[in-house]
């Protein structure tokens, strides 16, 4: 089974990749941990990666397409792949169409209020950067890290402004590949809004989608 996954910071779907990795026997392929892994293993590729990073740039579409289709050969992909945080853009897509089409798009559906909820109320420690939540995982005594007693901070992307920005950003990144996949009829949703384990259940019960 080939998947995209779709959904915005906070949906939960890098738990769900992962678990998924096991049940489903594919690996979680991520563009972060490409680049990380072409750079550290000094591939050519890999060596244009770093220094496009070392100069402040993004990636351009061609590198990270051929980056992903490098690693999309590799042997652990026999039963499929998950795809998360590629494709970004249509191009990108149009691309992987062209050397290894996704069977299902998943699209984690959440919406802003319930993001914003669950990322603005972060609280990190800076001391030892355990992190808790004012609602989920709140600490013991408030504003109190559990393990070294540091007062706990709100980093700079969990701030409200900050949550907004980002997914405004990626509303609009997005848009457009929602209609691309839907139009492929490959799209499917998957309410992100209840807890871990219903989302994970949800995702499991999709058709066509089986543990192996
Ligand atoms: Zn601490």
Redesign the pocket.
């Known amino acids: 089974m080939k998947l995209v996954f779709l959904g915005p910071p906070g949906a939960g779907k890098g738990t769900v990749a992962e678990r998924a990795e096991r049940d489903l026997a594919v690996p979680h392929v991520s563009t972060g941990e490409i680049f990380r892994a072409a750079v550290k293993d000094q591939t050519p590729l890999g060596k244009r990666v770093k220094s496009v990073i070392e100069s402040g740039a993004l990636v351009p579409d061609e590198l990270t397409i051929e980056l992903v289709r490098e690693r999309l050969l590799r042997g652990d992909t026999k039963h499929g792949w998950i795809l998360d945080g590629f494709p970004r853009t249509v191009p990108q897509a149009d691309a992987l169409e062209s050397f290894d089409p996704p069977d299902k798009v998943v699209n984690f559906e959440l919406d802003d209020e319930a993001i914003l909820e669950r990322l603005s109320g972060r609280r990190t ?1 800076p ?2 950067g ?1 992190t808790f939540h004012v609602k989920f995982m709140p600490p013991a005594k408030e504003g109190t ?1 559990d ?2 007693g ?1 007062a706990l901070i709100i980093r700079e992307d969990d701030k409200v402004e900050s949550i907004r920005r980002r997914l405004a950003a990626y509303r609009a990144q997005t848009a457009p590949l929602i209609e691309y996949y839907r139009d492929k009829a490959r799209l499917v949703a998957v309410d992100a809004s209840p807890g871990a384990e219903a989302v994970y259940a949800a995702f499991l019960g999709l058709p066509g989608l089986s543990a192996r």
């Open positions: 420690c001391a030892c355990r890290c393990s070294c540091a």
